[in-house]
C-alpha cells in the first residue's frame, strides 16, 4: 500500500494547533447553543439550521484532533499504535481509518459552511442543493483514494475557501443594505475564516503556513464568537 502523508503541522508546533481547534469547538458550541436557544423563542428554522451548521463544525475540528491525537503519539513513541504503523518520523502511516476520519472531518465541515451558506444565500433551489452536496461528497471522499494525501489536502481548503467566499459575499451584501455593525463583524470573521483557508492550501510549500492558516482562522471564530456575545447582550 502507498504511503499516506497526513501530519502538515510543524513539529514544534504539535500540541499547539489542538488548543487553537479546542477553543474553536467551544467558540462553534456556544455559537450553536445561542442559535438553538433563538429558535425555541422565534420558531424560525434559520435559527435552527445556523445552529446545527455549527455543531457539524465543532465536531469536524472534534475529529480534526482526534486524528491529529493519533499522529503526535505515533511521533513521539516512534511504535505501532493499534493498526497504525508509523513509516517515516510519524507523518507516513498506512491506516485507513485515519482516511476514514479525514473524510468525515472533512465533510462536516463542508456541511457546516454549505448550512450557513444554505441560510444566507436563501437558495431553496432543489437541483443545487443536490449539486453542492455532491461535490462536497466527491471533495471529502477524493482523500480516500490519494495515496500522499497532499492533493485532497490542497482541493478540500480550496472548497472550503470558495464556501467562505460564497458566504462573505452574502453577507457584505446584506451589510451594504443594514449598514449594521454586527452584520459588519460577520463579514470581517468569515474575512479571516476565508484567509485562513486560501492559507492552509500553502502548507505543501512551507510548514510555516499552517501556523498561520491555525491562527487566522481561530481569530475568525472568535470573532464569530464576539459578535454574538454582543447580540446575546
Known sequence: ????VYRFSPQWFYGIDIIF??????ASLLIAFYA???????NKLNHKYFGY???AIALSFFIK??????????YFKEESVKLVTVLYHGFTITYT??????????FLMLAGLFGIFYIVSRSREKNKILLYLYFMTITALYVLFDPYGYNSYRIFYLTTAFMSAFILRYYYLIYKKNKNKKTLLIVE???FILLGQIVFIFTSVSLNFYVLAEII???GFLLLLYNYYLIRK
Open 36 to 42: 438553538l436557544r433563538l429558535y425555541k423563542f422565534t
Open 53 to 55: 451548521s455549527f455543531i
Open 217 to 219: 482562522q481561530f481569530f
Open 21 to 26: 481547534e479546542f477553543l474553536s469547538i467551544v
Open 97 to 106: 481509518p485515519v482516511k476514514a476520519a479525514l473524510f468525515v472531518h472533512r
Open 65 to 74: 484532533i482526534m486524528t491529529n491525537l493519533v499522529g503526535y503519539f505515533s
Open 189 to 191: 470573521s468569515f474575512l
Open 1 to 4: 500500500m502507498a504511503p499516506f
